[in-house]
């Protein structure tokens, strides 16, 4: 649970860091309003890619240069905090 809340600020610390960026490319230079920002940051990725490069990193192990072990982790972590992200967000 302290990864799921750690992943939740830190994707609210780079989205709100990012509005002044954003506000900047968007071409009438229109801010990214605080309620869009908040729903990206609840809403944020349900995990498809993360499990996806974590199985991958599963099968393949770097070729090699990732142990088992951290491998087995990778894919433990990734796959719990896509399901808190799915339990705790829907």
């Known amino acids: 649970f302290v990864i799921y809340l750690a992943v ?3 994707r609210a610390l780079i989205i ?3 509005r002044p960026i954003l506000k900047t490319l968007h071409s009438s230079r229109f801010p990214v309003p605080v309620a869009d920002a908040l729903v990206m940051t609840w809403g944020g990725l ?3 890619v993360g499990l996806a490069l974590a199985i991958h990193v599963q099968v393949d ?3 090699g240069s990732i142990s ?3 491998a087995t ?3 433990f972590y990734t796959g719990g905090v ?3 992200t799915l339990v705790i967000n829907a």
């Open 8 to 10: 939740i600020v830190i």
């Open 16 to 18: 709100f860091g990012s």
């Open 46 to 48: 349900r995990g498809a």
């Open 61 to 63: 192990k770097a070729n």
């Open 68 to 70: 088992s072990k951290d």
């Open 73 to 75: 982790r990778v894919l």
């Open 82 to 84: 896509a399901a808190l």
